[in-house]
């Protein structure tokens, strides 16, 4: 199973392609290819968003369902998906930790 | 502290106005990332996991209180509240928006700063002691010759696309604080017999996944010859140097395979050729470059030992960071104040925006409006009376800068590792906040002494864990982290590189390996004068392996 992440050009911010080939900035709403067929029209969605100038670095991630949520299989991955391990007070890990006390 | 003269201020304004222009046009669509990418490397722009990075350069290390002020500034406005010093006498901020760069560097602009070299295949930012012109042990100032290089390199054509990134460091003590061995280029200033000064000339040291002391190449070269030297060097490294393999493009590698004396010849012979070039320095120019550099006019504070002895008496924990935190000065009125940034606990080399104008402040109420970040990722007050010792502590202490660590276990290097590095394989930070932890009693730190511990989070050895006492390096293995030692490193005089002492520890296995290394050395050491450091040149790894690894070998 794969997601493509990337960041925003505008700000470098970590996001990932979601529904509709929209670019999301949390991973919970990226888009996970199944089977070969998706994960390479992702990545050709990735490559073209490229192109366009709306995102860049962009990478396949391989990742796996835990307990319904999509956790990357590599800590990089998952620290990017995070924020820095060291500072929970900062980064997408502090926004999703205010949203789920709200 | 060198002041722009108007060249400087337009060339500075000039490069803000073209990396604008650029950023717009990237924006815009008009450049590609991959025309882009050199364009902002070129400007100190890197991507990194959360967000874009933007390095800044502080020449040698030197900040002025208006200067740290700017950067307090940007850690509010346009990052998130704080910086971090690295291991290069740089800061870095790890989330500045692309959008918001050339405002943050035109803001640079004002108060002489700007990012220009701190990427790329060039001279890099040039270091130097940071007690220069301070310390008591120090021959002349390295500073006036550091800014002739950083003059000399800055966007010069012929050096801006060398096979790989060129670091000179320099020193004006016998005492190495500014680890010139590991260097491309290392400088030791110093005075002949007759009273000349010149500099011993080291070159092909680094550190990376090829790590090399420094070959001597020169033991005097006069203080005229620096750039005419320095550019045969780099010429000979221009035309040899590999560029077919990024992992071999570095000078030491064509050091190595060269031979230190076939090396050394070429440079001899380019130097011949360039010698009564206009490279050579004159003696006003250099001396108008030191009048920049002069000393701070420092009042005579005779009672700087009757307030410090005081002190000492009334409150133990200045007594601590006394033994621990003050340098010698070569006016025996002051010290040199090291500013730990290496809270127990903390991340190494991070100031908060209140932090760093906190610094500001006391470095102008009581440092002579001076201030320097040290490799070690400190931050130093170089001039300061020992008369205003007790009061600047005090106020160290209200911003959580007191910590009496310098030189010490917990005084741990850094890189900020896979936290935020898209090259890291593993963590630093956490690794270096657990063993701080471990170790943060002052007594225990202190029965131990000077111990350097290092830690990168990959190969690239930001970290400098080569050169660490005991080096961390965190890879990955088989998806997880695994941390593997090395001791006996040293980025002093007479440099060494660690020996790799076995197999890697698991995250939570690393901090009870340090500290049974720790164990080990006290329980060997002769006395407590002998350092951890002297105590593995003379026991060897054997001890320290029998402890890490002798069990496992008894039930095998």
Known sequence: MKIVAANRLTDGETVWLGAGDRWVDTIDAAHVARDPEDEARIAAAGNLALAANIVIDVTLVDV??????????????????????????????ARNAALSAA | MYRYDEFDQAFVKARVAEFTDQVKRRLSGELTEDQFKPLRLMNGVYLQLHAYMLRIAIPYGSLSPRQMRKLAHIARTYDKGYGHFTTRQNLQFHWPKLVDIPRILEEL???????????????????????????ADEVADPRPYAEILRQWSSLHPEFSYLPRKFKIAVTGAARDRAAIEVHDIGLHLKKNDRGELGFAVFVGGGLGRTPMVAKKIRDFLPERDLLTYVTAILRVYNLNGRRDNKYKARIKILVHETGTEEL????????????????????????????????????ARPEGDAVVSKAVKANPGFADWLRRNAHTHRNPDYASVTVSLKGIGEVPGDATDVQMDAIADLAEQYGNDEIRVS??????LPHVARADLPALHAALVEIGLATSNAGLITDIIACPGLDYCALANARSIPVAQEISER??????????????????????????????????????????????????GSAREGSTIGEIIGRGFAPDEITDAVETIVDTYLARRENSNESFLDAYRRLGPAPFKEALYGHEAKAA
């Open chain 1, 64 to 93: 796996e369902i835990v307990e319904g949520r999509i956790l990357p299989k590599r800590l990089r991955e998952r620290i990017r998906a995070g924020g820095p391990s060291i500072h929970p007070e900062i980064g997408k890990q």
């Open chain 2, 109 to 135: 602009a004002e108060v002489e700063m700007h990012a220009i070299q701190t990427s790329g295949n060039c001279i890099r930012n040039v270091t130097a002691d940071h007690f220069a012109g301070a310390a």
């Open chain 2, 264 to 299: 050394k010849a070429q440079v001899e012979k380019e130097f011949d050729e360039l010698r009564e070039s206009e490279l050579k320095l004159p003696e006003a120019d250099i001396r108008a470059i030191e009048a920049y550099f002069a000393p701070p006019k420092l009042k």
């Open chain 2, 375 to 380: 490799h070690e990722q400190n931050l130093i």
């Open chain 2, 439 to 488: 170790f943060a009693s002052q007594a225990r730190q202190d029965e131990i002494g000077d111990l350097q511990i290092k830690i990168s989070g990959c190969i690239n050895a930001c970290g400098h864990h080569h050169v660490g006492h005991i080096g961390i390096l965190g890879v990955e293995k088989k998806g997880t982290e695994l941390y593997q030692v090395t001791l006996g």
